[in-house]
């Protein structure tokens, strides 16, 4: 048997300000993704004051989910307002670097979905304009950081459940077909990115923040077009090869093959394996048992415990995040990891061998 | 819901030849796969005629699970007795080799454990020694021959179940004290052959018989000695990426890391994608759930079915195996499977990134 206090369940995350003390808009809205980010915020205790995008459509898809927000006339109403803390943002990737140089350079902070960005010249940009305003460029890696179980694998990592962590195999397949009408810059590598970057950025941040790397390498990586000729610029499989400075390796792979009978839109799952034993986690379903997501296994020399976490730990990242901003601190995340983790898929994108050539 | 009749299970396999139809001998027991292997054999139908080792010590223990074996005065005994069919042997791995040319040179075919040989110029000399003896050097690849749910997965893709097969990844874990006292020759590179070579070379079986590739190519591969110290030639960790010639991907991790409360040797996974769905193997047990074996969860784009398969399959593979020595077919594996097989993992071993070096 695990040692019961080993597995205790943290305080699950709640408020960390009263209402009205962290004013944050919604700008650019192209990924679905800006709806958990909003939840995400309010249920810490943030005021959502603003949304604003071009497009007036998901402006007002937007407002059937916060029928109460404000609508900006434009981004400058909201730049200039001083009472904004934070400007929060799903926009298309490629765009998401300058949202948030202009964002910073009001004096806000800034908090993009992943992929933040999408090339190494935005990121020199994005390193400079952080250096030169002071201010935070976060990242919604919503893998980790909106997953429950994806926390407390982190949590029984630190309290050293499993020794030291030496391997991280992620899978990141995704359903394409998921009743979500996806515009035209999905499948153009200018504006997504490439796969690696798109999804496979999540799964760099996960590698580092299990392994506890603040530095890692691309060892190799492959994209591939397998089986979506309409759409030629796009990947429909990707894989990556990690090593960790202290010596830890990974591996993951990432694809938009998850087939229509799965309910959820991912099979998502993450294999961390340490010197003392071993964490697995089923993130959105226990496939063939039953679609509740935050599912995790734990194997230790003691013993193997199967958990089911899903709302029980909340989502402390939110939180941390409001109070990094309000404090300039870095308690969910630094700034740099947000940066490498991002560089990574760059790199890895860029430099991937791509199958496609050698499929007939 | 999934197809009844896609998801049929074949009939179990049974005897293929009568009593005394195919009489075989057990030389070379260092390793405990001979028992495995001996009672596939007798299963189809084989029938046991001598043992023989070295160490007495290791008939000793054999007769204890085969009472009634006629124990040879020596390996000469076995190999110039004319109704001899096969010879089966899981000898120390770095003797595989020249036993198994001496098997064929007398005109009997040869049944090695995994790894079959663990250098390239061993490999040159069992090729040549099957070209000019025409007789067959076989392969125990346990991990799907010896698997009814790794059978199973192999008739699903070929009856089309989850599509073009794009990308396979193995998890290999092992425990390392698991009541089995090992000899020195497990600790050395020279006599076991490295893990990729020792445990790796199931893997890349898998790889190769999953996506139909007859050729693949090691496009990376890493070995680590994380924890164990105290064997300063041993690996307790490995991965290596493959590329079938088909375009089809594979990523694989070993390692000798399964905690102790893991009742099985370890849990041992396969996830196979296709275009059309996918096909997770839990092989040995359903971690966290119940520690039975031959577990598989298959998703398509009908439905998800989660199946256990133990007892059900049978291990055809021996069967076939006597038959293709009794009529010269290849139903069972082609001999250049078996060798590519081999030929990949001694390539992986050979080229691998040694983690060892940045481990602090």
Redesign the interface.
């Given at each position: 048997m695990?040692n019961k206090d080993l597995l205790a369940l943290p305080e699950k995350a709640g408020k960390v300000v009263k209402d009205g003390e962290f004013p944050f808009a919604a700008v650019g809205l192209s990924h679905g993704h800006i709806y958990g980010m909003c939840a995400g915020l309010i249920s810490a205790g943030a005021t959502l004051r603003y949304v604003y995008d071009d497009d007036p459509s998901l402006v007002a898809a937007f407002l059937e989910r916060y029928p109460d927000t404000p609508v900006a006339k434009s981004l400058d109403e909201i730049l200039s307002d001083k009472s904004i803390k934070l400007v929060a943002s799903a926009d298309i990737p490629s765009k998401r670097c300058s949202l948030g140089i202009k964002v910073m350079e009001a004096g806000k902070d800034y908090f993009a979905d992943k992929a933040p960005l999408v090339t190494l010249e935005q990121l020199d940009m994005a390193r400079n304009a952080v250096r030169r305003t002071g201010k935070k460029y976060a990242v919604y890696y919503g893998e980790r950081l909106g997953s429950e179980c994806g926390i407390f694998a982190g949590t029984l990592i630190e309290r050293g459940a499993i020794?030291?962590v030496?391997?991280v195999?992620g899978?990141g397949?995704h359903k394409l077909a998921n009743g979500e009408k996806r515009g035209e810059w999905f499948y153009k590598r200018e504006t997504q990115g490439g796969i690696l970057i798109d999804i496979g950025s999540h799964q760099i941040e996960q590698f580092l923040h299990y392994t506890g790397n603040n530095r890692a390498t691309v060892?190799?990586s492959?994209i591939?077009n397998?089986?979506h000729k309409e759409f030629p610029e796009f990947d429909d499989?990707g894989?990556c090869?990690l090593?960790g400075a202290?010596?830890a390796?990974g591996?993951f792979?990432v694809?938009w093959?998850?087939?229509?009978?799965?309910k959820p839109f991912g099979?998502g799952r993450t294999?961390i394996?340490?010197?003392?034993?071993?964490i697995?986690l089923r993130k959105y379903t226990d496939?063939?048992?039953e679609d509740i997501g935050n599912n995790m296994?734990i194997?230790?020399?003691?013993?193997?415990?199967?958990l089911n976490v899903n709302g029980k730990i909340g989502l402390p990242y939110f939180g941390q995040l409001i109070l990094d901003c309000l404090e300039g601190t870095e308690r969910a995340m630094t700034q740099e990891h947000a940066f490498h983790s991002a560089e990574l898929s760059i790199i890895a994108q860029n430099a991937a061998?791509d199958?496609k050539r050698?499929?007939?």
């Open positions: 695990i020794g030291r030496i391997n195999i899978m397949p060892t190799s492959r591939g397998y089986n499989f894989d090869n090593l202290n010596g390796t591996y792979r694809d093959f998850t087939p229509l009978g799965v099979d294999v394996v340490g010197t003392d034993g071993y697995e496939i063939g048992v296994v194997a230790t020399n003691d013993g193997v415990e199967k061998f199958c050698m499929i007939r």
